[in-house]
């Protein structure tokens, strides 16, 4: 019985062995087929991995009136290889391919292999930092004829399929400038700063066009491929990829041609020199589009490479530095008196002599003496005393008004990245005798070279100052095209009070201080300007020269000229100082053909 209850148990005991083995087996059985099914099924476990190929997308250019890139970026490449990948029987070879294809000397190369102490190094190193797009493309293409020519070997003998080659890597976007300091400050610069948790550095934009533009031309979104990876690593481009089209910035389009800008750059940088002036600014614009055709400044450096000396020169002083303008501000001051019928072109105002005591601490005194002159002559002579006995005809709020409507303390609306306002005198201030006439012939008020220049645009285009615009407009990557204006033009007088200032003004060229800047067969007018500078509340023998003033031919051709010059040492009279270079900017737009003469009949 006994035995018959233990066979039983090991009959049993067996089976249930049996069977678990069984169950076993089928678990390994069906795992197996899973995976053969998968194999079968699953493209992603063919053999492939699947990769991404990030394609950053770039900052847009800026591109002058007549075509010539001022400003575009280069995206930059590193070279990496793992030393120990190279075939030591086969590193002269690498070497002198990768010279021949990077344009960087054996000797270079070789340097690249060993560390401070000259030791050879094992390990990833860093062939090159500053390969340009096609230079990359070439070693890209090295690359895979090194593999041909099996000078890399695996990194690890067990693994003999894996074996890795050069790495070209995106590491930067270069702003490049190829004209150098041409139209600067007016371009702006880029200063190179980390993307947002990235290595991969970026220019970031500082002061100009790159700054004020910077919405519109900065990267919009980055592209890529997506697709699958041999065991090389490399990515495979086939039928079955994913790609995003890169999406840059939009260029900007300008209104100023280089060749002409040149000119004046050339202009300005030998009347300082000869002047011995701090800086001097021009700006040339259309009268009616407000299209800005030079904007120059001697102030100027190369964006690529700044030194230490540049710094002051990195702010576009045409909208940013303010000062006290002086007489120039006396045309605008007849026209609030004519535009508040205060005053007529007919009027006969009492001078003085040339001198006025208003009291002890104020007297007012002209630079030539008159007992009466017309409101014409007031300007052609530039009396001091005739233009605030017209301005005391107004009451504070008229000329607070008047000088607001004007644009000053506004914004001219150029599109610099920063523009500094200035001040006037309030309308209470205005009502003093001693803050309104100071303030008619230019001191007392700040204003910048902008300001002017979009105020005297209306002399010369029946009362309406136009907006200084630099950028025409904007074109992104479909060819699309965008207006960026944003101040639009507006009214500063009647047509009627324009036109009898432009007169004015055209007399101030004829017979008073701008004669420097006649030219025979085109019509010039404008107004030249002599003002002390201030330091510490105190006026010093330092000053501050300019001519503001517009020229026409009979085509229909209307610019607006502004000619700024800071503290000139040689000479310091706007009509010794500002004018000739005015003459000379006027010359050059009839050698381009902005302006045609009348010949003499």
């Known amino acids: 019985m006994n035995n018959k209850y233990s066979i039983y ?131 890209k293409e090295l690359n895979f004829k090194l593999k041909g020519l099996k000078v890399f ?62 919405p519109y031309i900065k990267p919009y979104s980055n592209g890529f491929v997506e697709s699958k990876k041999d065991a090389l690593g490399t990515v495979l481009r086939d039928g079955d990829s994913n790609y995003l089209q890169r999406v840059d910035g939009m260029d900007l389009y300008l209104n100023v041609p280089v060749n002409f800008q040149f000119l004046i750059e050339e202009i300005i940088d030998k009347a300082v020199y000869s002047l011995d002036a701090q800086e001097i600014m021009v700006g040339v614009m259309e009268s009616k589009t407000g299209k800005i055709r030079a904007l120059a400044s001697t102030s100027r450096f190369n964006p690529e490479h700044i030194l230490k000396k540049d710094v002051k ?31 007529t072109t007919k009027d006969s105002i009492d001078v003085e002599g040339g001198v006025m005591e208003i009291n002890k601490k104020y007297i007012i005194k002209d630079d030539e003496a008159f007992t009466t002159l017309t409101p014409e002559e007031i300007l052609t002579h530039s009396s001091n005393i005739g233009i605030a006995k017209i301005a005391w005809r107004n009451s504070g709020a008229e000329l607070f008004n008047g000088y607001s409507r004007w644009g000053l303390a506004k914004k001219s609306g150029i599109d610099l990245s920063i523009e500094n306002v200035g001040r006037i005198k309030t309308a209470q201030q205005l009502d003093q005798i001693t803050a309104s006439g100071g303030s008619s012939y230019g001191y007392g008020m700040f204003v910048n070279f902008a300001q002017l220049l979009r105020a005297y645009s209306a002399f010369n285009n029946e009362g309406i100052m136009s907006t200084p615009q630099i950028v025409d407009y904007v074109k992104d990557s479909d060819g699309k095209v965008y207006d960026t204006s944003t101040i639009p033009p507006s009214e500063a007088c009647s047509i009627q009070t324009a036109n009898e200032v432009k007169n004015m003004l055209i007399s101030v060229v004829q017979n008073g201080t701008g004669k420097g800047a006649i030219y025979e067969g085109l019509e010039v007018g404008g107004k030249t300007g002599t003002a002390h500078v201030a330091k510490n509340g105190v006026y010093i023998a330092s000053y501050h020269s300019s001519f503001y003033g517009f020229v026409n031919d009979e085509r229909g051709a209307k610019y607006t000229i502004g000619v700024f010059v800071i503290k000139p040492r040689n000479l310091y009279f706007a009509s010794e100082v500002a004018v000739p270079v005015f003459h000379k900017v006027v010359e050059g737009m009839v050698k381009f053909g902005y302006l045609k003469p009348t010949m003499p009949r």
Not at 23 to 37: D, E, G, K, Q, R
Not at 162 to 181: H, K, M, Q, T
Not at 324 to 339: D, N, Q
């Open 313 to 343: 020169r990195l702010n576009p002083h045409f909208a940013e530095y303010l000062y006290e303008p002086g007489s120039v501000i006396k045309p605008i001051t007849m026209a609030i008196a004519l535009e508040n019928k205060k005053i």
């Open 153 to 214: 070997r695996p990194l690890d003998e067990t693994k003999p399929h894996l074996v890795f080659g050069l790495d070209v890597i995106a590491i930067s976007e270069n702003r490049r400038y190829p004209y150098e300091n041409v139209l600067t400050p007016v371009v702006g610069y880029t200063q190179n700063e980390h993307q947002q948790n990235s290595n991969y550095l970026i220019p970031k934009a500082q002061k100009g066009l790159e700054k004020a533009y910077n």
């Open 9 to 139: 148990k090991i009959i049993k005991y067996r089976s249930g062995f049996l069977l678990l083995i069984f169950i076993v087996i089928l678990i390994l059985l069906v795992t197996f087929l899973i995976s053969i099914a998968s194999t079968m099924f699953s493209e992603r476990q063919t053999g492939y991995r699947y990769g991404t190929i990030v394609d950053k997308a770039i900052r847009g250019k800026i591109i002058s009136q007549d075509g010539y890139t001022l400003s575009f970026s280069e995206p930059k490449f590193e070279a990496q290889i793992n030393t120990l990948s190279i075939d030591p029987t086969k590193k002269e070879l690498f070497v002198k391919l990768f010279s021949i294809y990077s344009d960087i000397k054996e000797s270079e190369v070789l340097e690249r292999f060993q560390n401070k102490n000259g030791a050879l190094i094992r390990g990833r190193i860093s062939l090159s930092k500053n390969l340009s797009a096609s230079q990359a493309s070439r070693i």
